[in-house]
């Protein structure tokens, strides 16, 4: 089973068996890995019910160390529920990163 990186070149997503990438055709060197930017598409349901069900006060920001922000979403209950639906959304679609950085999507890429 390959997992998914990017192309260090253009960016696009490729498997980590393709030697050469299948959209800028760059030759990719894995055995000094690219900063994989590999989706934990499982992590990103946890997140998502996380932030359906208790997203107004920001537990989706506390389970994925984005204290900070989080109190400041009880402060505000949730940016009065319009940042709870922007999170939630963020995180369907894959826009939304944990506190290293690492994106969490319910969906593989296309
Ligand atoms: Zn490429």
């Given at each position: 089973?390959?997992?998914?990186?990017f192309c260090r070149y253009c960016g696009q997503q490729i498997?980590?068996?393709d030697l050469v990438c299948p959209h800028c055709h760059s030759k990719q060197h894995?055995?000094?890995?690219?900063?994989?930017?590999t989706r934990r598409n499982s992590e990103g349901v946890v997140a998502f019910v996380l932030c359906?069900?208790?997203?107004?006060?920001?537990?989706?920001r506390f389970y994925y160390g984005?204290?900070?922000t989080g109190f400041l979403m009880i402060l505000t209950m949730g940016g009065l529920g319009i940042w709870?639906?922007?999170d939630l959304i963020r995180i369907g679609v894959g826009h939304f990163t944990d506190s290293q950085g690492n994106r969490l999507?319910?969906?593989?890429?296309h």
């Open positions: 089973m390959s997992i998914n990186v498997s980590d068996v894995f055995n000094t890995p690219p900063h994989t930017n359906f069900f208790l997203g107004f006060i920001g537990i989706h984005k204290v900070g709870w639906l922007v999507s319910l969906i593989h890429d």
